[in-house]
């Protein structure tokens, strides 16, 4: 069978260019693009691909968040990170959320065949982009191990909301690309705006974007 691949990423010249380089391998198929994070979750429980490749910069639900969400769905899938982000928190970050690559775009026409291919073995392909700490703990006691390394201090559906409002959603907006309820919306924001010690929409969008959640 060929080894299935979802690629997501918002800008479609990054797509198509990932898309070639991908397919030039004998038994490796393109099952699918999308172009936010919450596509790419739809087109994940739809398609079930093997491998994702996934930015991390995607409107609507960032590539961490999506990342997650898809993992807890399909956990046999594995998701590569290809990221113009050379970052060390990145990467960690990446690696909490279940990744099990992190390769930068510029390094692409090196790196990403030999990425996916060690994916396909379920294994991981981290870079130099990695620093020792972060490399030594993945591999001596695996990506589980590093949830201590940073708590959370909201929920999953927190962190949607919280995207969706950062990037300018109203709660009606919000609620239908949720498909919950305003009185819902209103009930998280409420919530997240007191659990955060929030008092504007201003402060709740800085701490998206310090919190890699949203980008500014």
């Not at 299935?4 to 099952?31: F, P, Q, Y």
């Not at 960032?62 to 990221?83: C, F, H, M, S, Y």
């Not at 291919?117 to 591999?139: A, C, I, N």
């Amino acid at each position: 069978m060929p080894l299935r691949i979802l690629i997501v990423d918002d800008h479609a010249v990054v797509r198509r260019g990932v898309r070639s380089l991908l397919e030039s391998h004998e038994g490796w198929e393109v099952c699918g693009e999308a172009t936010t994070g919450r596509d790419a979750v739809e087109q994940s429980q739809r398609l079930r691909p093997d491998v994702v490749v996934m930015d991390l910069s995607l409107p609507e639900l960032n590539g961490l968040d999506a990342t997650r969400q898809i993992l807890k769905d399909a956990p046999d899938t594995e998701v590569l990170v290809l990221t113009m982000h050379h970052s060390e928190e990145l990467a960690r970050d990446a690696l909490q959320a279940g990744a099990r690559g992190y390769v930068l775009k510029s390094d692409a026409d090196e790196s990403l065949i030999t990425a996916v291919d060690t994916l396909r073995q379920h294994k991981p392909f981290l870079t130099s982009t990695v620093t020792g700490f972060v490399l030594d703990e993945y591999v001596r006691r695996g990506s589980a191990a590093l949830d201590d390394l940073a708590s959370v201090a909201v929920t999953a559906r927190e962190r949607e909301i919280i995207q969706l409002v950062a990037e300018g959603q109203s709660n009606k907006e919000a609620a239908a690309t949720l498909g919950i309820s305003v009185k819902t919306i209103e009930a998280h924001r409420a919530n997240i705006m007191r659990k955060l010690h929030l008092r504007s929409v201003s402060d709740l969008v800085r701490y998206a974007i310090r919190n890699k959640i949203a980008q500014p």
